[in-house]
């Protein structure tokens, strides 16, 4: 029998993870009632089974994953714990947002009718860069992993410990998306005393911050709450949340400027230095 995996979110990431199981032989649906035509136009594209609601992706599913904006998770579940009461199906759910440990343990909790796995993603959409690993979780962690990913994606399995797959990438986001920010900082920085184009020559022997920003900025209203997670994980290890509380500043101003309108799938490398930064200087970036 064919395996049927259901997404709950399938925006650039989930569509590109739900495509790699389509193309691994999984059938795989998602619910697009009140989503955007972009989300509409990215589940088509990808060759999904788009439905109106959750009850009909809960009503078939022999697994869930859950990937959304990581502030959305604990709504996203329990919506998840809705359609599970209205439809009486048990599949097993993966939640594979970037969320702190104790945000994926309170998940679980709402979740208590079903077995959690907890995931977490390294890398772009396997559709748009394969190469992607995810990490997973939990005593059912196996299984999960063992899904049709095809060569698009790495499953790796770390821990039967619930938590232990969100730890990994707070600790790498922090560097990932941090790094991003302080680029984007540098940027506009650089702007006001006209000097970008030196600027971004020195750090391209690093990076390409332009590349970086502007695919960054295309997901910064994201990237706040999963900075808050991050800051919230640092804390629980005894560490200052200030640094990542700032850094979710930063993306929270991003998420306000012209670059911020382009959907990631929309953007280009190598782009021009200097048309980059004046559309990220403005909103509350403005001079």
Not at 35 to 47: E, F, K, N, Y
Not at 178 to 192: E, Q
Request: net charge negative; glycine share 10%.
């Amino acid at each position: 029998m064919t395996l049927t995996v259901g997404l709950v979110g399938a925006g650039f990431m989930g569509a590109g993870i739900g495509w790699a199981l389509r193309e691994g032989g999984a059938h795989v649906l998602t619910s697009v009632g009140g989503r955007s035509s972009r989300t509409r136009a990215l589940v088509t594209d990808r060759g999904l089974t788009a439905v109106d609601s959750l009850d009909e992706v809960v009503d078939v599913a022999d697994v869930l994953l859950s990937i959304v904006p990581p502030a959305s998770a604990p709504a996203a579940a329990g919506e998840v714990a809705g359609a599970v009461a209205r439809t009486g199906r048990r599949p097993l759910f993966a939640d594979l947002n970037a969320v702190a440990p104790p945000t994926v343990e309170a998940i679980a909790e709402v979740l208590a009718d079903l077995d959690v796995v907890d995931g977490s993603i390294s890398g772009s959409p396997p559709d748009r860069s394969p190469g992607a690993i995810v990490y997973f979780s939990g005593p059912r962690a196996a299984e999960i992993a063992g899904l049709p990913w095809r060569d698009a994606i790495r499953p790796v399995v770390v821990s039967d410990r619930l938590g232990a797959a969100s730890a990994i990438k707070m600790c790498t986001a922090s560097v990932y998306k941090g790094l991003g920010a302080l680029m984007a900082n540098a940027l506009a920085t650089a702007h006001t005393h006209d000097v970008v184009d030196i600027v971004v020559e020195d750090l391209r022997r690093m990076a390409d911050p332009v590349d970086k920003v502007a695919l960054s900025a295309a997901k910064a209203d994201r990237f706040v709450g999963e900075m808050l997670e991050i800051a919230a994980t640092q804390r629980e290890a005894g560490l200052s949340p200030a640094l990542f509380e700032a850094v979710a500043e930063v993306w929270r101003t991003v998420a306000t400027t012209e670059l911020a309108g382009v959907a990631p799938e929309d953007v280009g490398r190598n782009g021009d230095a200097e048309a980059v930064v004046r559309r990220l200087r403005t909103g509350e970036l403005a001079p």
